[in-house]
């Protein structure tokens, strides 16, 4: 398939921002989860700046990354694949069966958690602490999906 110039550029933009943003997630989850996060550990973040600043970045990276890979990069390159424009569950479900994503259930539980994190954040530490562990056990999946869309990009001659 040809693709025009403006969403070529775009394809390697997004696919450099989204190697940066899992590299910077994969680092951010390893330096947080040193140790569990229990809600006794997480309700003592305003006495630990330190960790408190880990937990903030791993919340913003995980944000960050699944909403430029679901809602940047999945549809441009879906669009660049030939299909037609749709609403992000049409596209997970298309981006599964091209296999792009393991689950389209499982990347709206991502996206779910990520809201969660955010929202929840303040409130109350035994949902904070679930949904922290959760996060990070998606980590490996969402940096696999990562690396999916960019070899898929690679191996159709888009990105050197």
Do not use: C
């Not at 960050?64 to 390159?77: E, F």
């Not at 296999?99 to 991502?110: F, P, R, T």
């Amino acid at each position: 398939m040809t693709i025009n110039q403006e969403m070529l550029l775009r394809l390697q933009f997004l696919a450099r921002v989204i190697q940066k943003e899992a590299t910077h997630l994969a680092s951010t989850d390893r330096r947080l989860f040193t140790d569990k996060l229990t809600p006794e550990v997480i309700a003592s973040l305003d006495e630990n700046p330190d960790l408190s600043e880990r937990v903030e970045a791993f919340v913003g990276r995980f944000g960050r990354l699944q909403d430029t890979l679901g809602d940047k990069l999945l549809p441009l390159l879906l669009g660049a694949l030939g299909e037609k424009k749709a609403a992000l569950i049409d596209n997970l479900d298309r981006a599964e069966v091209l296999g792009l994503v393991v689950s389209a259930d499982n990347w709206i539980s991502m996206r779910n958690l990520r809201n969660q994190m955010i929202h929840e954040y303040i409130e109350d530490p035994l949902i904070l602490a679930s949904a922290l562990q959760t996060g990070h056990a998606f980590v490996p999946q969402m940096i696999a999906v990562a690396e999916g869309m960019i070899n898929e990009i690679r191996s159709r001659g888009w990105l050197e």
